[in-house]
């Protein structure tokens, strides 16, 4: 609602070189967001992550492709051999799932530690909010552009591991490979975004840009290093192990172990990951030996795939969207000047 | 139906059991500078977070352009240029870009903000630096492409921040020539915060005094001044005559006491006078053979309500601090 002409009309004649034009009450986040990715783009830190991630990449790839080619007598028909670029490792090289589960937190936090807080210091924010935009639309723009630039880096490294690919083995991707990687691809990207949101939420909580940086690295440490420990001890106790277990309180502690684990997000997104580009995976939770005794070993199709991993997924995307409401929140309780 | 630019009605913010700003009355007209001064900590600040739809308000009602602020924050802020006390600027882009991204936020077209970005950038003569990165900014440049940045979205009400704290005296000059020139040219309505009253005086067509978040005088400067308990006029007289019988001169006038001879310039003397006497002054110089060069009321008028209400707020606040 604007006053109206009649009333507007004395001053207005005096002040208008440019014509106002009508305020969409939306979309103040892509004009953020627009800036945060050139912003991203043109800095020094998108340059080094993705000549670093692209190196890792191409490192990896070579040796697998080595990989491949030494099995590939025995793997000819093997099912989405393709994909194997990702997911073979060599002695000395992990796969490329596993670059991506282990540097993906980088990624996230090196584009959001100093998402607010750097507005703070350099004392945009109160000129910033000045401007015809809502304020949840800083934040918002914050993370989708800094969202934008991780999934160009990742796509960058992607297709180029598919053309490496293609060219040293020969090997060309089937319609559902390309789904396949596709599915994982989005997985990345909102696993990334996790950690990407959780920096954010330090970014709004903590005043220095170093301060923030340093917790973020420390939840990516402790979840990486300890994850596995943390899980162990917790589940003892919550599902103990005696010396003499029977075999119920043996799986009652393993399925513990297993949906605690899932609460890490490095762990749910291995899981899918594999599960996704490895057709013959065909659970991520617990299989008994009895289950499999006389099962015909075959693949799955991408939509069982999916359907094997949708919960992990489901998970993710929670994690993601409490880690981010978080910061939103945070945000807009805030006060402009502090 | 008459809309002012800004309007207020026992606008109040608390936090917890502080109250920052305290039933604050006030109107501001079109065409008008409204001087909002007051010490340090008084609750400018926190008033104009509140014009602008930054900070919800407790208590009281709120109208700038006829709209509640707090209901429609965007179309207030379209239409409401802010420059903010110690402006700041992302230093990794340019001052252009800076600007034209302040521009895509007010949802300029694009042809018409490069237009009007070269003009104001001229105009607050950074045309020479307007392509290197903000971060070599000195302070006043940063305070100019504020100036700027506030009038690129053709602003119908400026609300002006402590916008001569960080430059400069000549600085300063030109900043409140422009400012001055917005009102009375553009009939743009502005309102300034500022805790250095004599500087701004000049400009403002009202003033408020504003202490601990409540507003304590408000009107013109005249007024003020007439209403405190001194009537004192300070005048700086240049005479060009012997020192001694030039100081004796100005003391034997009654109602006249030398307060202050110019370091920078010895035949420059300040007095203090119970009235405007200028003309009575030149006078007695001249009929005593002084040649009188120049007489100039300075405008600190105000010293005395400085004196009762900054100085006194201000030091009570050293007082709460070191308590």
């Known amino acids: 609602m604007t006053p109206s002409p009649e009333a507007t009309s004395g001053t207005g004649a005096l002040v208008g070189a440019v014509a106002l034009p009508s305020i969409p009450s939306g979309g103040g986040w892509r004009i953020i967001a627009a800036k945060e990715m050139s912003d991203h783009l043109n800095g020094v830190r998108f340059l080094l992550l993705t000549i670093g991630l692209g190196l890792a990449a191409v490192a990896s790839v070579a040796a697998a492709s080595g990989g491949i080619r030494d099995v590939a007598p025995a793997a000819s028909g093997a099912p989405a051999i393709f994909l194997k670029l990702f997911t073979i490792s060599s002695d000395n090289l992990p796969a490329l799932v596993d670059w991506i589960a282990f540097l993906g937190p980088l990624l996230g936090i090196a584009f959001g530690f100093d998402a607010v807080n750097n507005e703070r210091t350099e004392r945009t924010l109160p ?47 089937q319609p559902e490979d390309i789904l396949r990687l596709l599915a994982w691809y989005g997985v990345a990207v909102v696993y990334i975004g996790f950690w990407l949101a959780l920096a954010t939420l330090c970014s709004v909580f903590l005043r220095r840009a170093a301060g923030s940086a340093l917790a973020a690295l420390s939840v990516w440490l402790i979840a990486a290093a300890f994850s596995s420990f943390l899980v162990g001890s917790v589940a003892d106790v919550l599902a103990p192990l005696p010396a003499d277990a029977t075999f119920e309180q043996q799986l009652a502690n393993a399925t513990m172990r297993q949906d605690l684990s899932h609460l890490f997000p490095g762990n749910i997104f291995a899981d899918s990951a594999q599960a996704i580009l490895d057709p013959s995976v065909r659970t991520t939770g617990l299989v008994i030996s009895t289950q499999v005794d006389r099962a015909v070993p075959s693949v799955l199709s991408f939509d069982q795939s999916l359907l094997v991993v949708w919960p992990q997924v489901v998970g993710l995307i929670a994690l993601t969207v409490v880690c981010f409401g978080a910061a939103y929140v945070g945000f807009m309780r805030q006060e402009v000047r502090a | 139906m008459d809309v002012t630019a800004i309007r207020t009605t026992g606008l109040t913010k608390r936090y917890g059991d502080f109250t920052a700003v305290d039933g604050l009355d006030l109107e501001v007209g079109f065409g008008e500078v409204f001087g909002l001064l007051g010490p340090n900590g008084a609750g400018k600040t926190t008033t104009i977070l509140m014009l602008l739809g930054l900070t919800e308000r407790s208590d009281g009602e709120a109208e700038v352009l006829g709209l509640d602020p707090a209901r429609h924050p965007l179309e207030v802020k379209r239409q409401v240029g802010y420059l903010p006390d110690e402006v700041g600027f992302y230093g990794n882009l340019t001052g252009r870009q800076n600007l034209r991204f302040t521009g895509r936020l007010n949802r300029l077209e694009r042809r018409a903000a490069e237009a009007r970005i070269d003009e104001l950038l001229a105009s607050v003569g950074l045309t020479d630096a307007a392509d290197k990165t903000v971060e070599t900014y000195s302070r006043g440049m940063r305070q100019r492409l504020g100036l700027a940045d506030v009038l690129i979205k053709d602003p119908r009400i400026v609300i002006l921040d402590e916008p001569t704290a960080a430059i400069d005296p000549v600085g300063v000059l030109e900043l409140l020539a422009v400012i001055r020139g917005l009102a009375v040219d553009r009939g743009v309505a502005v309102l300034l915060s500022s805790h250095l009253l004599p500087q701004v005086e000049r400009i403002c067509d009202r003033v408020g005094i504003f202490v601990r978040g409540r507003m304590v005088e408000q009107g013109t400067v005249q007024e003020l001044a007439a209403r405190m308990p001194s009537r004192e006029v300070l005048v700086e007289v240049g005479v060009d005559g012997d020192p001694e019988m030039t100081r004796a001169a100005l003391a034997a006038i009654p109602g006249v006491a030398v307060r202050d001879q110019s370091r920078l310039d010895p035949r420059v003397w300040t007095i203090a006078a119970d009235g405007d006497r200028r003309r009575e002054l030149v006078g007695i110089l001249i009929a005593q053979g002084l040649p009188v060069f120049q007489v100039h009321r300075v405008g600190i008028e105000l010293d005395a309500l400085y004196q009762r209400y900054f100085q006194q707020a201000e030091g009570e606040a050293i007082h709460d601090a070191v308590a």
């Open chain 1, 127 to 173: 000129r910033l909010l000045s401007g015809p935009i809502w304020r949840d639309d800083v934040i918002n723009g914050k993370f989708a552009g800094a969202l934008a630039a991780i999934a160009l880096i990742l796509a960058v490294v992607v297709v180029v591991v598919a053309g490496v690919g293609i060219v040293q083995l020969g090997v060309v991707p």
